[in-house]
């Protein structure tokens, strides 16, 4: 359905997303690729190949560069607001480089500790300059084109993808983070200013028009977001390796593409996601960028596969047509399948005017028709057991003699695929089915369950379809004795009468019945996961949350902030369990960055070694010494065994430094989510502040307090 | 040269069975198009042209017992265009005008799924009969081995003083040549014969000749003469399509030769022509995205253009036409999108469609008060209080579960009158779901602890939901099943129908689900026997190896003596099935299938309560010649496995080096086939696991039957296995074992 207008196979391997393009002399644009063994080819065919430095040249028109790091990030854009030129970004999991690739020079190179997972390069709000911004774990750095960072902010996992758009209509764009705790959220500036929950990781994110933009999730979920609205997705089973927003159809309105793990690439319209083009590539597509790449004036799209196959595709007016025969064709196969079932239905009503009773029935219709007593109906509810351990059941009953057979539930989030399905042996069917329900993350779920219904024996089945709605906060379930107090606690007042915050909680939580109070509320909850906690409102409007689990109180806070409207809010937090973690993960990381040092150390003395002994051996072979050769040899083969060795304590002390690292973000992303609106970014700033300058008694303060 | 084709759907009648879709000829002097005749399971029976891309219906019967075939006929040497319609155990006739001229009751008990006319020759067969009348006089019947799945007669351009030729193609793989009512020639053929056609039309220039099709997707002809019959081509289904479901001959190409047409179960509309030697060159293919159930050729739908028409499982009738027409433009559903194009609008199928729009919005409204009516008496008889029951709606599911040769695997096909809403899949057997790249159906597995009600003995092994995209009808799973391990496969299907019902389907999983029939063992090789007596007659002993392996008919075979040839598609081992009353004998070189057939048959009878005596004679070298039949196959996964280890690195070498020339040429082949390794490699998932469970299997049952348990000395073997050899592993299998 769509064709390319050029395409070309480049023999080099292209690792998924890693895939941009950049116009390094400022008219040329040249597709840059990651490939294996940690290089970067530039795929350049309009002007002479670069070689020197860096650069290796290989073909004619490509030219590879060494990383000697394997790349995790990949992106070229106007970094230097003064040269008309792109300049590369190179991310790797300790390192960011940017690259002048016209002059073959190192704008910087900064060592990332947290790691580069994803990069854009582009304007924030607050700062003039563009910056590169690396997103790694669970932090955002941005950096100009001096490499000073003159953003960081934290987040709440390790970062998978990210992307600009103006996602409140202000004119300035703003940073959509996508994470691996499902969540996408946008920066304005260090700011949160909106947080969406997905299904699965976050894998791809890409800015169409305006507020909208597209994600990509690790299951397969492809949409588009206006703002928080969410207009259209849908799933299949191949993964998404990449998508991006180009107007194919030359309407002036940009279809979203998405490239496939199975090699299809499809365009569909970004407002109903309906498939308007598609294309199938060999292997699976690697990314997916756009330029003018025949230098005519018009931008294509280009596809990259990960066997090095390249297509350019034209947005084309007269394209327009073929896809409105095409829908017309599968329109009328679309009304004449309605007509079908419709023509179905009304034969069935035509056979049930007169309803049959049992005895007409041979034994065969029985078990084929699944005749069951007219008014049976199926029913389910969610119920809060006690026995043995508290837990929330779904239960699923029928009535008139009829057996549930099976029930499948369809509800995202709460199993481990979309949905999830009770199948009782044969010989122990009731009318009753009941599942065990073990919310894995707070978030709201509908529960779409349906209930296979017959009478016993039957072959085939009455499917009754219920819902359920399954509250954000289920996981809590109030108790009526205090629990074992935790230590922690974070206190904040709120003007607010106590009946408003009894409504978040019905609304918010799974009660048994409705939580009514005058002036004193108490509730105890009881955590399915583990870790209880109580939440305690008097009269003045001052509220207790204590428990030991932050990332739940942050929760809480944000969740009553948004149902009272605060647009800023100012916490307590007793913590000291928390801040005792936070010390040792602190000196942890000292320890380490000494260690690293001295592991580097080492392996510079090791390398000087290592040519002089390899000296010494080339020269005894000369001189046909096989004695002192194999001598020296020996020993170059034990001090390959020693770096070899001396490599994995690095790494694995590296890895230490990575999560410890990580932990220590995460608990300052905590401390922000306590608070709310500006309060939460100066969490953020203030702690960051600190760390830079060593001030841990300063820290401990902002995180208590929420300023220094 | 590919063929280039347009595809137009025609219109949309209820579900087809096969076989139910005929062109009729043109008897006109005039020049006109020819008429399309077709019977649906609604029993409607209409007739229908083609005029200026306009559906103008001949004529249209009211609805009566659902068709099951559709034929043509006529007095010998006139043009056939007598219509013969079978429904239930009746055939009727009409003529190409809609008249009725024949009533016919056969008084057969089982329903007509085989029909075929000629001159005053009727022949109607059902599952198992087949019946012969003459001028509605019946002239004898004969009763087959198993399922009559096609049949036609030669010659085609019969005299009155020819005599009739009836062949039946029979699920037993063979095509059964009849003379008169009894048989005279049995043609064996490599797999489950489902439909036939006369070669070229007319039979070829003896008239003996005819094209097969099988359900595992081969095709082949075979001439019949005096005693043996002459095998000619047969071609291989390497794709993994369906089994073929109908075939016709027409010339599509215009070179004066016709051309073989060719639907399938999977949807694939194929057009084959013959070369020089007569052998057949694929020059079109088509998906149709739902199984085909017949296909013809003719001039439809404008004069002077050869056409294919297919009709489908749901009861779409197309047209592949050579006709280059341009692209229809038509307006879409939304205002605004017509005003951008605006310009060319086709009135003709603007108009259509606005009417079949028409036609829905009224079908929606009737459906909405009868909705309500129904809601009413619903209410009325729970207040009532009386004992009525309410009923499903019911559909039609059209499902098939083949085993595929070729990677020994089983092809599991739903397939529903309209669109699928989800399926779900539950196996109380071990077994492996395998991804099948045609289905768009998002799967989610939902865990299960096969221990928890182990007590139950009906474990839920696999639960599976697919849920399919919108206005898909057809799912497609790939099912690997683990022999000795034996049970049930289930599909729940759920359909987007309005009130939401579901149709259970049970697919059996054999102890031997991995054996297939033939015709012929190698008597060569060294067999293992396993000999049972007792007090059981033919039918219980039929019935416990109908149980254990697959293709079997549910009733003996004739005659005191039955004799069954298998061969295993994984491992190209053999068995024999030799029994009668009182004793079965079955030999194998595969000694696990020996152990198998021993375990199920004893506990079948021991559930009868009849005592067997059991005796076995093994051979050893059978062991040794079960590993050598194994060795390639072995020897194969094994290369490639260390291929797709070395490709990375090899490629990484590649990009550092820039040149290769210094590499082994081993390593450069490597390379230069890494698509092809790599292509063959995510083919076969797990095929060495599977390999090695078998010899683990073969090692384990070689002991079993020497009473000894070897389950402790499984980890040695897989040791012997990790660094294979062919000799040491002979050697492993020969230790004594204490």
Sequence with gaps: ?708 | MELDLNVVDYLQVAVTDRKCMKILPNNDKRRVTQKIVIGDKNGILQCFGIKKRDISSIFKLQPGPPITRVELGGALGTPQDKIFVASGAEVRGFSRKGKKFLDFNTNLTETISNLFVSGSDLLAGGLYIYNHFSDCVDQGYYLSNDKINDMICLPVSRNQEDKLIPILACNDRILRVLDGCDLSCEIEVSGAPQCMTPFKGNGGEEEKELVYGTSDGKIGHVMLADEQPIYKWEISNDKNFGGISCMSHHDITGDGVNDLLIGRDSGEVEIYSYDVADEPILRFSHNCNESVTSVQGGVVGALGFDEVVASTYSGWVTGLTTEHMQKRVTGSTSATTTNVIGAELDEDTEKKFAGLRAEVETLQMKVKTEREKHAERTNKAVASGNSALSRATTFHVNDRFVLSSSDASYQLSIEVQTAIDHIVLQSDVPIDLLDVDKTSAVVSYTSTQPNASASGGNDNFLLATYRCQASTTRLEVQIRSIEGQYGHVQAYIVPRLQPKTCVLRRYPIRPLSLHQRKHYIDEKRPMNTLTLSGPFSIAEIHSWIAFCLPDLPERPPTGDVVTLYFINTFLDTQLECIYRKGEGVFRSDNISSISILKDILTKEATTKKITLKIQYELSDDSIAHTLQLLHPKLDHQLMLAKKVQLLDALQELRVHEGNLDFLAPEYQSILLDAEEIKREFQKQPARLERLYGMITDLYIDKYKFKGVNVKQKVPQLLETLDSYELPALIEFFQQPSY
């Design chain 1, 1 to 708: 359905m769509l064709v390319p207008i050029f395409s070309l196979k480049i023999k080099h391997k292209v690792h998924p997303r890693l895939v941009t393009v950049g116009k390094y002399d400022g008219l040329h644009p040249c597709l840059t690729c990651a490939t294996t063994a940690s290089k970067v080819f530039v795929h350049n065919p309009h002007s002479p190949a670069i070689a020197g430095g860096r650069m290796a040249v290989q073909d004619s028109d490509i030219s590879l560069l060494s990383v000697n790091q394997s790349v995790s990030g990949l992106v070229a854009g106007q970094l230097d607001k003064n040269k008309k030129r792109d300049i590369l970004c190179i991310g790797t999991q300790t390192n960011l480089l940017a690259y002048d690739v016209h002059d073959n020079t190192d704008l910087f190179y900064k060592e990332v500790p947290d790691g580069v997972n994803s990069l854009v390069i582009g304007n924030v709000a607050n700062i003039d300059q563009p910056l590169a911004i690396a997103g790694g774990n669970c932090t955002l750095m941005g950096f100009d084109a001096d490499g000073e960072d003159k953003f960081w902010t934290v987040t709440g996992d390790i970062v998978c993808s990210l992307a600009l758009a103006d996602f409140n209509n202000d004119g300035q764009d703003e940073l959509i983070v996508g994470s691996e705790d499902f969540d996408i959220r946008v920066f304005q500036g260090e700011e949160i200013i909106s947080e969406m929950t997905e299904t699965e990781a976050v894998t791809g994110l890409c800015r169409i028009s305006g507020s909208r933009f597209g994600y990509a999730l690790a299951n397969g979920t492809v949409g588009v977001y206006d703002r928080t609205a969410r207009y259209w997705r849908i799933k299949s089973k191949n993964q998404v390796m990449a998508i991006h927003s180009f107007d194919l159809d030359g309407d002036g309105v940009e279809e979203l593409v998405t490239g496939w793990s199975n090699g299809k690439i499809d365009a569909r319209s970004n407002s109903t996601g309906e498939v308007i083009f598609k294309d199938n590539m060999t292997s699976a597509v690697a990314g997916m960028v756009d330029a003018d790449y025949r230098l005519d004036g018009k931008d294509q799209l280009i596809c990259c596969s990960v066997d090095g196959e390249v297509r350019g595709y034209q947005g084309d007016q007269s394209r327009r047509r073929i896809v409105e025969a095409n829908r017309a064709m599968d329109d009328v196969k679309d009304l004449n399948m309605t007509k079908q079932n419709l023509l179905l239905e009304l034969q069935n009503y035509e056979r049930e005017k007169e309803f049959v009773k049992p005895h007409q029935l041979t034994s065969t219709e029985k078990i084929n028709e699944a005749a069951i007593p007219v008014g049976s109906t199926a029913n389910a509810e969610l119920i809060i057991a006690q026995s043995p351990d508290p837990h929330i059941q779904l239960v699923v009953t029928s009535t008139n003699d009829t057996i549930v057979r099976m029930v499948v539930i369809f509800a995202e989030g709460l199993f481990e695929g979309e949905s999830h399905v009770v199948h009782p042996p044969q010989n122990n069917l009731s009318n009753k089915i009941t599942l065990p329900l073990y919310p894995p993350k707070d978030i709201p779920v509908e529960l779409h369950t349906q209930a296979f219904i017959s009478l016993p024996g039957s072959c085939s089945f009455h499917v009754f379809e219920l819902s359920n709605y399954l509250p954000r906060f289920s996981s809590y379930l109030p108790m009526s004795r205090p629990p074992k107090m935790p230590e922690s606690r974070i206190t904040f007042s709120v003007v607010e009468r106590v009946q408003r915050v009894a409504i978040w909680f019905n609304e918010n939580f799974l009660l048994k019945q409705e939580l009514t109070c005058d002036d004193l509320l108490e509730v105890h909850l009881l955590a399915l996961r583990g870790g209880d906690c109580s939440f305690k409102m008097d009269q003045s409007g001052q509220i207790e949350i204590t428990t030991d689990n932050l990332e739940l109180a942050g929760d809480f806070i944000q969740s009553l902030a948004s149902f009272l409207n605060l647009e800023h809010l100012q916490t307590t937090a007793h913590i000291p369990m928390h801040l005792k973690r936070l010390e040792e993960l602190i000196e942890t990381v000292d320890n380490l960055h000494v260690v690293t040092q001295k592991l580097a150390a080492e392996m510079t003395d090791h390398s000087n070694l290592i040519r002089s002994l390899v000296v010494r051996a080339e020269d005894a072979r000369l001189q046909e010494d096989i004695t002192n050769m194999r001598k020296g040899y020996i020993e170059l083969h034990e001090l390959n065994r020693d770096l070899i060795n001396g490599y994995h304590v690095r790494s694995t002390n590296h890895d230490e430094l990575v999560k410890s690292l990580k932990l220590v973000n995460q608990i300052i992303q905590k401390a922000a989510q306590l608070r709310v609106g500006k309060y939460q970014s100066q969490v953020v700033q203030q702690c960051r502040d600190a760390i830079k300058s060593g001030k841990m008694n300063a820290l401990f303060k902002i995180i208590q307090a929420g300023s220094a």
